[in-house]
């Protein structure tokens, strides 16, 4: 069993509709946790970083932690077709959002398709 | 702020050639990060830099890998002869570590090196 799980897709949604995307981790030490954007043939490009539980909100974003669960999630409101992309979510074990030993460990990505 | 750069964006060379990629991180970071990504995978750590110290080094970082950063500016990552399984995307990452919690960064990517072997 990997470090982080999240399931790879494709999602498929409609514009305008909520999305959730998701991982589980088993590592109860990490502590700070990320959401990237990737769209193809570039690199990730960060949306929200979290430290442990709670809840985090960026215009059409939401992040949220739930540690006892090792639960993370993403919502995306008012979804566009520019939002169609990979999305990948990142951890780091060390006590900033830096990362530092180890970097950052990764899920695989969940690739969204937004349909117009 | 021009981001993380790097350069080459697409390097073809044929299996047991050597390669080298360069990474300018933003200016003011002083840790940088080097990933591997492949097809459908999310990256995977490799190794990184505090200012001009090496400080870790994956086990998927082979003896036919090595990154240099002198003087904690850009860094270079050097495979040597290269094999098919080196095909994948090395992406470089960087951020600003005080050492205090208070002021911490995440990590932010350049659009990576996507290196193919014949």
Same mark, same amino acid.
């Given at each position: 069993?990997?470090?982080?799980?999240?399931?790879? +897709?494709?999602?498929?949604?409609?514009?305008?509709?909520?999305?959730?995307?998701?991982?589980?981790?088993?590592?109860?030490?990490?502590?700070?946790?990320?959401?990237?954007?990737? @769209?193809?043939?570039?690199?990730?490009?960060?949306?929200? @970083?979290? @430290?442990?539980?709670?809840?985090?909100?960026? +215009?059409?974003?939401?992040?949220?932690?739930?540690?006892?669960?090792?639960?993370?999630?993403?919502?995306?409101?008012?979804?566009?077709?520019?939002?169609?992309?990979? @999305?990948?979510?990142?951890?780091?074990?060390?006590?900033?959002? +830096?990362?530092?030993?180890?970097?950052?460990?990764?899920?695989?990505?969940?690739?969204?398709?937004?349909?117009? | 702020?021009?981001?993380?750069?790097?350069?080459?964006?697409?390097?073809?060379?044929?299996?047991?050639?050597?390669?080298?990629?360069?990474?300018?991180?933003?200016?003011?970071?002083?840790? $940088?990060?080097?990933?591997?990504?492949?097809? #459908?995978?999310?990256?995977?750590?490799? /190794?990184?830099?505090?200012?001009?110290?090496? $400080?870790?080094?994956?086990?998927?970082?082979?003896?036919?890998?090595?990154?240099?950063?002198?003087?904690?500016?850009?860094?270079?990552?050097?495979?040597?002869?290269?094999?098919?399984?080196? !095909?994948?995307?090395?992406?470089?990452?960087?951020?600003?570590? /005080?050492?205090?919690?208070? !002021?911490?960064?995440?990590?932010?990517? #350049?659009?990576?090196?996507?290196?193919?072997?014949?």
């Amino acid at each position: 069993q990997k470090e982080v799980e999240q399931d790879p +897709g494709p999602l498929s949604v409609p514009e305008g509709a909520i999305v959730s995307l998701n991982c589980t981790y088993s590592n109860s030490a990490f502590q700070y946790f990320m959401w990237y954007r990737q @769209y193809s043939r570039k690199g990730p490009e960060l949306l929200m @970083y979290t @430290y442990s539980s709670g809840n985090k909100e960026d +215009g059409r974003f939401t992040a949220q932690v739930d540690k006892s669960s090792k639960y993370i999630s993403l919502f995306i409101r008012d979804s566009q077709p520019s939002d169609s992309a990979t @999305y990948l979510c990142a951890m780091s074990e060390e006590d900033y959002a +830096g990362g530092g030993a180890d970097g950052l460990t990764f899920g695989k990505g969940t690739h969204l398709i937004i349909q117009p | 702020d021009t981001g993380v750069s790097q350069d080459p964006r697409h390097k073809i060379t044929k299996r047991g050639q050597n390669v080298t990629f360069r990474c300018d991180p933003i200016s003011e970071h002083n840790r $940088l990060y080097w990933y591997r990504q492949t097809l #459908g995978q999310g990256p995977e750590f490799l /190794t990184y830099f505090q200012n001009e110290a090496q $400080l870790e080094k994956s086990r998927l970082l082979s003896d036919r890998f090595s990154a240099e950063r002198p003087k904690g500016s850009f860094s270079t990552l050097e495979i040597q002869r290269t094999e098919q399984g080196d !095909s994948a995307m090395y992406l470089c990452a960087s951020s600003y570590w /005080t050492g205090s919690r208070s !002021s911490n960064q995440p990590q932010h990517f #350049g659009d990576g090196t996507r290196l193919s072997i014949l």
